[in-house]
């Protein structure tokens, strides 16, 4: 009798497990194949579009629990933690000295305590490494603006982007998503590179005027996440979830 309940409860379990793999669902796939985030729109329509590199955007808002659950890359802020962490960085008063892979060393300068105008005032703080694309990342703080580098660990040249970068989920692009919708001394809008095997190419830029993108969230190919925000007649600031898909 025990070996008959036993045959039955396996049975159950099997026949169970059948039906749990039919249930599930199989990610969609764009039409090269590549896996697609499941970011369901609250309508069909969009509320905007933007012009990038070529590529139009149809921008279309989502539930705040739907972004929620894709997690903000990581920003880096400290540049105590990034040298503590990285032995080819060092801070030597007001210098930052990064030994190349070639064995030379190069070499970032403050300019903020005997700046002679506002004009010339730099502080560099090391925030990043990104060793799979032979970069090191700084902050470039200036009198009224900041902006980033992206130094080269095998030359020493650095190239000047907007923001820390955020990279696309196959990390061959960069994306840089910087908001400043009042005082207008930081850009307002996207910038895009690619990453190529022995450079960063700048492949285009959007300004935008009515909005500004924080939390952005780069989630498959062609979808990118974040908060709209915009500011009404009254100076209120409104806030607003949403995915910008490529078209």
């Known amino acids: 009798m025990y ?26 796939t764009d039409a090269a194949g590549s896996q697609m985030a499941d970011v369901p729109a609250l309508s069909d329509t969009p509320i905007d579009t933007m012009e990038l590199a070529g590529k139009t955007y149809l921008i279309y808002t989502i539930d705040s629990t739907v972004f929620e ?46 700046a002679e105008n506002e004009g010339d005032f ?51 692009h960069i994306l840089c998503a910087s908001m400043d919708l009042v005082a207008a001394f930081m850009p307002n809008g996207f910038q895009l590179y690619n990453i190529e095997k022995d450079s960063i190419r700048y492949m285009g830029e959007t300004n935008l005027e009515t909005w500004g993108p924080t939390e952005t969230k780069w989630v498959d190919a062609k979808t990118i996440l974040c908060r709209y925000i915009s500011i009404d007649d009254e100076g209120t600031t409104q806030s607003t979830h949403v995915k910008l898909v490529m078209q």
């Open 3 to 28: 070996k008959n309940l036993f045959n039955l409860a396996a049975l159950a379990v099997m026949l169970w497990s059948c039906g749990q793999q039919k249930t599930q669902k199989t990610p969609p």
């Open 69 to 114: 659950n894709f997690k903000v890359q990581p920003q880096d802020t400290s540049e105590a933690q990034a040298l503590a962490k990285d032995s080819t960085v060092k801070r030597t008063g007001n210098s930052l000295q990064f030994k190349l892979q070639n064995g030379k060393i190069a070499t970032l300068t403050d300019k903020d305590s005997d």
């Open 122 to 172: 730099v502080h560099f703080s090391y925030v990043s490494n990104y060793p799979e694309i032979n970069r090191k990342g700084i902050i470039a703080y200036y009198y009224e603006s900041q902006d980033f580098l992206l130094l080269d660990t095998r030359t020493g040249d650095t190239l000047h982007i907007w923001t820390e970068p955020i990279f696309s989920p196959d990390k061959k």
